[in-house]
C-alpha cells in the first residue's frame, strides 16, 4: 500500500514509451532518480509497485533505465524480491544457462550469432495436479554488460498475435491440444545442447526419475545414457490470471524437429563451421531435440507454424540494451527472444512467480 513517505513514480523518473511502440514501459530516472541510493529505490518501488504492476499487466513489460544504484546480481535479486516476486529455478527449462548468485542466472548461454526465438518462459510445462499453475509469473532481466552490437531482447504481446491470428488455426490448436518430446544427452556435445543434468537439475537418474514423476512426465533411457521425456497435453492459450484476457502461449513454433537449432549454424557462421554442422547434424538430431505435435500424436501443419511464427515476427518491438537497465515481463502477456550479438553481452536474467500464497 502506499504511504505518504516515498515519492511518487514521476517525482523520480519520467515515463515514456520507444517511439512507435506500445511497450517497454519505460521508467528514465530523472536527476534525482539517478543518484538515490539502493535502499532508497527499493523502498521507492514496494511503495509504487502497485502502480507499476498495474502498467506490467497493462503494457506487459516495463523497463528502469538510469537508476545508478542497479549494478549487478545482488541489486537485480533485491528488486524483483522488493516487488514481491518469489523467486523460482530454471529445472525442467529448455536452453543453457550459468548460475550467477542464488537463483539469478546468465540469460542463455547460446552462441552469439544464433537467434532466440520468441517465448513465453516455460509455456510448454503443462499444467498438473502438483502444478496447476507451472509457468513463472514474470520473467526479468538486468544489462550488466551492454552488449557491442546487436543482442537485443525483443518483446512481443501475445494478446495481439491471439487477435490477429486465424480464427481456424487458433480453434485447431484450442480443440487438438499440444503436447511435447524431448530428447536430452547426459553430456554437451554441440553449442547448443541442453544435458538431461543440467535440465532436472540433477545428475542422479533416481532424483530425476522423482522429478518427472512429480509431473507426471514418462521417461525412457537410451542406450547412448541420455533420456527421452514424454510430456502430458498442454493448452495453446491461456487466461491470464489478473486481467483476464486471452493470450496464445505455447512454443510449438519453436520446438519443433522443423525448425531444431541443429539445422541452423550451430557451430558458426564460417563455411567451414557450416559444413562441419551439416555433417553432425544426422547424428545430433538423434541425441537431442524437441518435437511438437497436436495431443493426440498427429502433426502440427507446417502452415500454421509458420503463420505463427510470421505473426509474431511482424508484431514484436525491440530496443538497445544500456548498461543498468532492468526490464520485468508479465511473461503471460508478452514473449521475448534475443538477437544475435557482437560480444561482449552479459544480460543476467531471473524467474519469478507473484506472491500469492499458494505455491510450494
Ligand atoms: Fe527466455
Known amino acids: 500500500m502506499s504511504c ?32 538515490m541510493a539502493r535502499e532508497d529505490f527499493l523502498a521507492w518501488l514496494v511503495d509504487n509497485r502497485q502502480s507499476i504492476e498495474n502498467r506490467l499487466h497493462r503494457h506487459g513489460a516495463v523497463l528502469f533505465r538510469g537508476f545508478k544504484a542497479l549494478k549487478g546480481a545482488a541489486d537485480f535479486e ?35 550469432h544464433l537467434t532466440i526465438g520468441q517465448h513465453q518462459e516455460m509455456s510448454y510445462l503443462e499444467p498438473s495436479p502438483s502444478f496447476p499453475d507451472p509457468t513463472p509469473d514474470k520473467v526479468a532481466f538486468f544489462c550488466e554488460v551492454e ?24 480453434r485447431r490448436f484450442e480443440t487438438r491440444g499440444l503436447v511435447l518430446t524431448r530428447q536430452l544427452p547426459e553430456t554437451k556435445q554441440a ?17 530425476a526419475e522423482a522429478f518427472a514423476a512429480k509431473r507426471r512426465w514418462r521417461i525412457e533411457w537410451t542406450d547412448d545414457g541420455g533420456v527421452r521425456v514424454h510430456q502430458n497435453p498442454s493448452p495453446s492459450t491461456l487466461v491470464h490470471r489478473v ?5 496464445w502461449f505455447n512454443q510449438a513454433h519453436l520446438l519443433h524437429r522443423h525448425y531444431a537449432p541443429w539445422t541452423g549454424d550451430f557451430l558458426g557462421p ?34 500454421d507454424l509458420e503463420t505463427v511464427r510470421q505473426t509474431i515476427a511482424e508484431t514484436m518491438t525491440m530496443f538497445d540494451w544500456k548498461v543498468g537497465d532492468l526490464l520485468i515481463c508479465d511473461n503471460k502477456l508478452v514473449s521475448h527472444g534475443r538477437q544475435p550479438y557482437t560480444p561482449p553481452r552479459r ?14
Open 147 to 170: 552488449p557491442a552490437g546487436g543482442g537485443q531482447t525483443p518483446l512481443c504481446d501475445m494478446r495481439t498475435v491471439l487477435q490477429k491470428l486465424p480464427q481456424d488455426l487458433v
Open 78 to 112: 533485491a528488486v524483483i524480491k522488493a516487488m514481491s516476486h518469489k523467486l523460482l529455478d530454471y529445472a525442467g527449462g529448455t536452453t543453457p544457462r550459468s548460475a550467477v548468485s542464488g537463483q539469478v542466472v546468465t540469460s542463455t548461454d547460446a552462441p552469439p
Open 347 to 360: 544480460i543476467l536474467a531471473a524467474l519469478a512467480a507473484d506472491d500469492r500464497g499458494e505455491r510450494t
Open 243 to 247: 486481467t483476464g484476457e486471452k493470450v
Open 270 to 303: 564460417a563455411a567451414d563451421q557450416q559444413a562441419e554442422a551439416e555433417r553432425l547434424r544426422p547424428a545430433l538430431s538423434k541425441r537431442f531435440f524437441y518435437h511438437s505435435t497436436h495431443a493426440d500424436g498427429s502433426d502440427i501443419m507446417i502452415s
Open 191 to 207: 553449442g547448443y545442447e541442453v544435458t538431461w543434468p543440467t535440465m532436472f537439475g540433477t545428475s542422479d537418474r533416481q532424483e
Open 4 to 35: 505518504d513517505m516515498q515519492p511518487s513514480i514521476t517525482a523520480l523518473a519520467s515515463a515514456k514509451l520507444f517511439a512507435g511502440t506500445t511497450l517497454p514501459w519505460v521508467l528514465e530516472a530523472n536527476e534525482a532518480g539517478s543518484g
